[in-house]
């Protein structure tokens, strides 16, 4: 496959393969490329990160329920590898880390590049790093592509995937660009993304003296900081929280908030007064809140109103939404990283009792009081209000499920904690358990924390086999 070839067919991908939210670009034709090729191939990269449903994750846990659009997510105890849902997510992330590893190989071949295009690929290898570690949440041990090829590849373990995210986060960190916009990788987006995959990743690149050390770095800086208002985060498109978004500029009814929001907002408001749904707009309401939601958020709670809404009509028809992208058009940014992860990040890498502090400051600037050392939280379940914290404020931002599944890993009082999430098993009676998901199915043994390798990919490739335990 020659480059003439490589540059035509991922660039027109770029272009037709979704709905371009960044601003449009045009198909490179010519091996020899100008500066503005190489942006207009980094606006594809960024449009394929932009494209992956961040809400599923959610879906698979226990904040969001999507019966109607997501039925193999949304139960997850009974996803097959032959499931449509699985199959269209593991082709879509490996499709964009297809187009970000054209742009860094096009960029690796060129002699002597420019600083322009040291940081595009910078930016690239950033969003290659997050595409991955999405991949080793989901799946585990996966095809680790690191150039454009359509040869038939085995699964790598997830440790190596980890190690590659890793690598390509700190490549962002000498080389990415400046902060300049929130909707662009930057180098201390760079440096967020690789203090929680210094936390969270694989223990083979567990590093949590490092990750604290990133992460105080950032807060102290003080270049980012936690919003007084929590609303305004989502609704002001670009607040000072968030350190690195996914932004969408064109109106899209179709857009994932949208989806989540009530469809009986405009019937409520004709019968209550305008205005008083409150936040967020009439949306589709395909993409439900979980019923066991509403009872994680204290009434004091600043992030309560701004995140989940019950609406009820005269008729009796209610609905259980999410309002945390209100908009109609849809012009809601998508954070992937805001200064309220670090403060998390520092206060679990420090452990129990030094990171209640951190913990404790996020809590008073959300309406909450501050948690007593040795009353309210104890060294035995520190991990436990941080788990809860972590959906508090992360709800339906993409991170619950693989919250989940490192909990359920932590240990058995880990496990014993997640198991006690999920949906009522058989002979259990209803009401034993208020915390209990509608929805989120987790075996005892934890297997379907991670996702089935697509059957049409192993058809296709048997390389890929052994499948993933318990499918």
Request: proline share 4%; net charge negative; glycine share 6%.
């Amino acid at each position: 496959m020659n480059t003439k070839y490589i540059i035509t067919v991922f660039t027109s991908l770029a272009l037709t393969a979704c709905n371009l939210d960044y601003n449009p670009t045009t198909a490179v034709s010519d091996a020899t490329l100008t500066s503005s090729d190489y942006e207009n191939l980094l606006t594809g990269v960024y449009d394929g990160a932009q494209s992956i449903k961040l809400n599923i994750n959610d879906i698979a846990a226990d904040n969001l329920t999507s019966p109607g659009w997501w039925p193999d997510i949304d139960n997850n105890g009974q996803t097959a590898s032959t499931s449509s849902d699985i199959n269209s997510l593991w082709n879509s992330h490996y499709k964009y880390v297809q187009l970000a590893n054209n742009l860094i190989n096009l960029i690796d071949n060129t002699p002597n590049p420019t600083i322009q295009q040291i940081q595009i690929s910078a930016q690239a290898h950033v969003i290659r790093g997050w595409l991955y570690s999405q991949i080793a949440q989901h799946w585990g041990d996966a095809p680790l592509l690191l150039e454009v090829t359509d040869a038939l590849a085995p699964r790598d373990p997830e440790a190596e995937i980890w190690k590659q995210v890793v690598a390509d986060f700190e490549y962002g960190v000498e080389n990415a660009p400046e902060f300049s916009d929130r909707g662009y990788v930057s180098k201390v987006a760079a440096k967020a993304l690789l203090a929680r995959t210094l936390l969270t990743g694989a223990p083979e690149v567990k590093d949590v003296v490092r990750a604290k050390q990133l992460a105080e770095e950032i807060i102290s800086s003080n270049q980012f900081t936690l919003a007084d208002n929590f609303a305004d985060i989502f609704h002001a498109k670009s607040s000072n929280e968030i350190i690195l978004q996914w932004t969408n500029l064109n109106g899209d009814s179709g857009s994932d908030g949208w989806f989540m929001r009530s469809d009986i907002v405009n019937l409520y408001e004709a019968e209550n007064g305008h205005g008083s749904a409150g936040y967020g707009e009439q949306g589709r309401y395909e993409n439900r809140v979980d019923k066991s939601a509403f009872s994680i958020f204290e009434n004091s709670d600043k992030r309560k109103d701004a995140t989940v809404r019950h609406l009820k009509l005269a008729n009796g028809v209610e609905t259980w939404d999410c309002v945390k992208y209100p908009s109609y058009n849809a012009a809601d940014p998508w954070p992937v990283i805001r200064i309220a992860e670090l403060y998390l990040i520092s206060a679990e890498t420090q452990g129990y009792p030094d990171g209640v502090e951190r913990l404790n400051q996020l809590r008073q600037i959300r309406g909450l009081n501050a948690y007593v050392v040795g009353t309210d939280i104890t060294v035995d379940n520190f991990l436990e209000k941080i788990m809860h914290e972590r959906r508090l404020e992360f709800f339906a931002e993409g991170l619950r499920w693989y919250d989940l599944r490192r909990w359920f890993n932590s240990g058995e009082a880990g496990k014993k904690a997640v198991l006690s999430l999920r949906k009522y098993q058989p002979g259990e009676t209803a009401g034993s358990r208020p915390q209990a998901s509608e929805t989120m199915n987790i075996a005892d043994d934890g297997h379907n924390l991670l996702w089935p390798i697509p059957q049409t990919a192993i058809d296709h490739d048997p390389n890929l086999l052994p499948q993933n335990p318990g499918y």
